[in-house]
Structures are given as structure tokens and as C-alpha cells.
């Protein structure tokens, strides 16, 4: 009975007369020279790693072969076996091993996966996902270097808002002291308010302690001078 639980095809050969007996060493096979010449037995390699491969694949770790100890090809895949010569004899090619046997239903078993080969790998990229892929970067590249000409641009856009912030600046202040001090325009209203003798006069006269519309530090004229000169 196999491992499958159904039994196993018996084979026949025709007898062949006159010629040597030889039989195959390998257990539950009972293959005979003395039958016709289909089936070719080969002896153990030399190499002892190698014959340390057929002992272990047949079962018979312990087995001392011997130059006269045989292996038929019912054993060997067929890929192993070279195509016959003249003589009707087959050859096997290098570093074959019997793998086929009566507890396997001569059938060669498949080589066990690793882990790694056991995973499921993810699908090839196409042309199509690669474009869509180097289209989705462009479009969401936010750690991207810009260009020098880039910031060089947006470097001269600063400084021209920057110098356009302090205008906007003086403007108001200029605004702002025209909408306090009204009377800027007028000698008599400055004689008045401010005890100076003209707009235009250079020596700055000292302001009881009472008043604030001067400021200590001529500030004040200083203003009144710049928006009466732009006017």
C-alpha cells in the first residue's frame, strides 16, 4: 500500500537470458538484471557526500555499499538519465540522486517552501501605476527645495512690502498729528498754542511745566515742520 492508500501498479519484465544478476539495494524494490534491458543499474558515486545522499534518500543510513551494490534507474527522474549509447547503456548525468521509491508512489516531492517564499509577494508595478504614482509626488511635494530664482523673487516681494509697511507708517503718523494739531498751518495758532513766534522759527521756547503740548525734546516741532514743508 503507498502513502495515498491505494495500491501500487505492479510492473513486469521480460526475462532476458544469459546475462549477470543484478539486483536493485534499494527496500520494497525487487528489480533484477535478469530481465530485459529497459532498466539500467548504476553503482554509488565515489564522492562520499554524494553517497552519503543516495544512502540517506533510500533509507539505508547505516548500509555499507560496495562497487558490486546497484541502484536502478526506476529510482532516477527521467532527466537524469542521459540517452542510451550504442552498447544500450544510460548514463546519469552528475550529482543525480535517486529520489523516486515505492513510499513516495515514485512521485517526486516538491521542495519545501521558507518562510519567506511562503508569503504572498505584491503584485508587479505597471507603467501606468508608475506614472500615476511620479504625477501624485509632483502634485504633493511638500519637502520639496524651491528654485533659487523662486527665492529670489519672493526675497525682493518681502523687501518691497517691508518698505511699503513703513510709508504706510509715516503716513499715519503724519495723519494722526494733522488730526491733533490742526492749527499747524497757521503762525498766530502756533504763537498760540505752542508759544512759538512763527512755524518757521528755529529756536524752541520752553513751555510752562503745565503744558504737554511740547514735548522736551522738540519732537513735536519736528512733526509739525515735516507736514507743513509737504503741504
Known sequence: MSATGTKPKSV?????EGSTSEHCCVP????????????????????EELKKKWLNNIRREQFTATKHTKVCSRHFVKS??????CG??????KHSVPVLFQWNDYRQQQPRLGVWE?????????????????VMLLTHDYCSVPQPAALDVALSKNQELSKEIEELKT?????????????????????????????HSTQICKLPPSDGLLAADGTFYRQIKNSRRKE
Open 88 to 93: 544500450g547503456r544510460r548514463w546519469l548525468k
Open 28 to 47: 520494497f524494490c525487487s528489480t533484477s538484471s535478469r530481465y530485459n534491458s529497459s532498466v539500467n543499474f548504476h553503482s554509488f558515486p565515489v564522492n
Open 80 to 85: 537524469d538519465v542521459l540517452k542510451a549509447t
Open 12 to 16: 513486469k519484465y521480460q526475462k532476458r
Open 118 to 134: 511562503r508569503r504572498e509577494k505584491p503584485e508587479p508595478v505597471t507603467e501606468k501605476d508608475a506614472m500615476d504614482c511620479s
Open 171 to 199: 503716513k499715519l503718523e503724519e495723519m494722526t498729528v494733522k488730526q491733533r494739531f490742526g492749527f499747524a498751518t497757521s503762525d498766530e495758532d502756533i504763537r498760540f498754542y505752542t508759544s512759538y513766534y512763527c512755524l
